[in-house]
């Protein structure tokens, strides 16, 4: 019952009335439920708007480009082909491999 009479500060009474209300209407009477009721009640408060500066804003948007990706899962004979340069690598499936 305190934490409930603790919420009138920070609620209108009649805010704290009508939770209880919907509490009891719901055969509940624990203090958590009629908190919980209260703070689904209030609306959210509004998110803080940021301004981005001009120093960090991009200049062109970056496109996505899978292809790179798409090549280095192409392997073949222990070699990975890349699309700007050709990386070889040593294929682990000799002998004791990894």
Sequence with gaps: MVDILGAVLTD?????????????????????VVLNILARR????APVTITTPDALRLNCEPAANCDLYDSLRRQTN??????ERNVTAKALRDGGGL
């Design 12 to 32: 209108v009474l009649d805010a704290v009335d009508a939770a209880w209300a919907e509490a009891l209407s719901n055969g509940v009477h624990f203090a958590g």
């Design 42 to 45: 209030q609306e959210p408060e």
């Design 78 to 83: 222990g070699t990975i082909s890349c699309a």
